[in-house]
Every structure is written in C-alpha cells, then in structure tokens.
C-alpha cells in the first residue's frame, strides 16, 4: 500500500499564495493519476484538481480554476499545488490521494476511484 505524505500547509492572509506537496511512497507512482481533495470543517470532502499520470491531462474544480495549479515530478513521487490568489473560503484541510488507474476515467470527482489517501494539510486564509 502506497504512503502518501502531504506538506505545505499553513496560514496565509486572502490573496497569498501557498504550494502543497505531496510525496509519495513505492515505485509506482508514475502508474496512477493523482488528485487533491479539500475538507472544510464542516463540510462534505470536495474535489480540487487532478493529473493524469503522465502530467498532460489536468482537472479542476470551478471554484479554483484559474488559481490553482496541478503538476507533479515522477522522478521524485511527488505531486504539487500550487495555490494562487487564496480566498478565505479556500480553507479547508487538503488530501492528495491515488486513482486507480493512470488516466481519468469516469467522474474526476468520485473519491471512490482513489485509493490511498493522505493524513492531509490545514490550508487557513484569513480575510
């Protein structure tokens, strides 16, 4: 089973920006597609972006297009996000997560087509 270890997090103030990583264990990584997941206290898990395994397709949630960023390094079993013009309501705690399968398939949002998940990182935007 895969570890996944998610840092980055911290307190920034509306309209900073923070980069989340998020390294993986084993030698499969470059195998899977990979996502990142929000939770805000409170509220349902919710979706924020996702990379195939090879990097060239990426996925976002509306609410982060045009501000954040998906990417990932295979040959550190590392996958990123970049958080740019962070809102306050963009604080929640952030998985990242494995797929089962290299590519999208289906609805880019089920969290039950991944697998292993990480302890997650507190993302908080104060106003």
């Known amino acids: 089973q895969v570890q996944l270890v998610e840092s980055g997090g911290g307190l920034v103030q509306a309209g900073g920006s923070l980069r989340l990583s998020c390294a993986a264990s084993g030698r499969t990584f470059g195998n899977y597609a990979m996502g990142w997941f929000r939770q805000a206290r409170g509220k349902e898990r919710e979706f924020v972006a996702a990379i195939s395994w090879s990097g060239g397709s990426l996925y976002y949630a509306d609410s982060v297009k045009g501000r954040f960023t998906i990417s990932r390094d295979n040959a550190k079993n590392t996958v990123y996000l970049q958080m740019n013009s962070l809102k306050p309501e963009d604080t929640a705690v952030y998985y990242c997560?494995?797929?089962?399968?290299?590519?999208?398939?289906?609805?880019?949002?089920?969290?039950?087509?991944?697998?292993?998940w990480g302890q997650g990182t507190q993302v908080t935007v104060s106003s």
């Open positions: 997560a494995r797929r089962r399968q290299a590519v999208v398939v289906g609805v880019v949002g089920d969290p039950f087509k991944y697998d292993s």
